[in-house]
């Protein structure tokens, strides 16, 4: 998908075929980091420390739809009772293992940028909360998508993403909606006390 929609964008071969590169990196790279950190904390002990929170969890879930939940990911035979319900909450820590994972992976640049004084503070905590909604939305609809046979919530990750942006929107502004306000009432106030007619304020 990259290299073509290099070469649609008038990309030369040898920059798609870099883009693609690139973007190939960055996501096995991603992939791959998650896929370790989340295995070494897992023999860590988080995966033990989970059990209790997870067995709750599967017991409010209930047999029947642990059974449904597990025997989706099985190749063998289906599992039923206590059985499922166990095998259901060892699902279900892993996947709570990884997601943090990712949400961590994910968010060095907007941890880095605010060290250098890019973003404020209101925009990291905005920023990661965005990512963490994307993250466990996504989450959400591959368990329940493959649960009942077939991945019928693909949006899930982008809806609540949405969700989480729309409601903190309505009490934390983005820096460059904020930035831009500052510019309009700083210009406002130099064309008044220059007295700038249209022609110079357009220049």
């Not at 591959?142 to 919530?153: L, R």
Request: net charge positive; proline share 1%.
């Amino acid at each position: 998908m990259t290299f073509a929609t290099s070469i649609w964008s008038g990309e030369n071969f040898d920059i798609a075929l870099k883009n693609t590169a690139f973007s190939g990196i960055k996501v096995g790279g991603t992939a791959f980091i998650t896929s370790i950190l989340a295995s070494q904390l897992s023999k860590a002990g988080l995966n033990s420390a989970l059990v209790g929170s997870s067995e709750v969890i599967v017991s409010i879930m209930g047999p029947k739809a642990s059974a449904m939940l597990v025997n989706a990911f099985r190749s063998g035979s289906n599992i039923y009772g206590a059985a499922a319900m166990k095998s259901a909450a060892k699902l279900l820590r892993g996947n709570v293992i990884t997601a943090g994972v990712t949400v961590v992976v994910l968010s060095p640049f907007d941890i880095a940028n605010i060290f250098r004084g890019r973003i404020s503070g209101k925009q990291l905590f905005k920023n990661l909360a965005n990512t963490t909604s994307t993250v466990a939305g996504g989450t959400a609809g591959w368990i329940g998508g493959a649960a009942i046979g077939s991945a019928i919530f693909p949006g899930v990750g982008a809806v609540a993403n949405k969700a989480i942006d729309n409601v903190l929107g309505a009490f934390i502004e983005d820096d460059a909606n904020e930035m831009v306000n500052i510019i309009e009432k700083q210009f406002g106030k130099l064309a008044v006390d220059y007295l700038l007619n249209q022609k110079r304020l357009k220049k």
